[in-house]
Nanobody, 120 residues
Framework: QVQLVESGGGLVQSGGSLRLSCAAS????????MGWYRQAPGKQRELVAV???????NYADSVKDRFTISKDNAKNTVYLQMDSLKSEDTAVYYC??????????????WGQGTQVTVSS
């Protein structure tokens, strides 16, 4: 099995920064993509940022130029550096990974979520 373990959430003032981490462990052949989603109260879960194994990135328009996604392939870990945080960034942030558990089988996994609260 595969586990995604997130860390780095917390409470920060508007304009501040936080860095989220998500480490994948278990039966992993390769990781085509990892990313972050978020879900605010009463809203649907939305994509924040994603990064492929080749380093290609994609961001939600609302976080472009403020958030940066990166990865450490050797550690199977993805990071989300969040700068210039706004109150509307308050949400539970979930790590997501597309993982090949064998050369033929790809599965999608979610982390348990980490709360990010931005106070105005």
């Amino acid at each position: 099995q595969v586990q995604l373990v997130e860390s780095g959430g917390g409470l920060v003032q508007s304009g501040g920064s936080l860095r989220l981490s998500c480490a994948a462990s278990g039966r992993i052949f390769s990781i085509p993509a990892m990313g972050w989603y978020r879900q605010a109260p009463g809203k649907q879960r939305e994509l924040v940022a994603v990064i492929t194994s080749g380093g290609r990135t994609n961001y939600a328009d609302s976080v472009k130029d403020r958030f940066t996604i990166s990865k450490d392939n050797a550690k199977n870990t993805v990071y989300l550096q969040m700068d210039s945080l706004k109150s509307e960034d308050t949400a539970v942030y979930y790590c997501n990974a597309e993982i090949k558990i064998t050369i033929l089988i790809t599965k999608n996994y979610w982390g348990q979520g980490t709360q990010v609260t931005v106070s105005s």
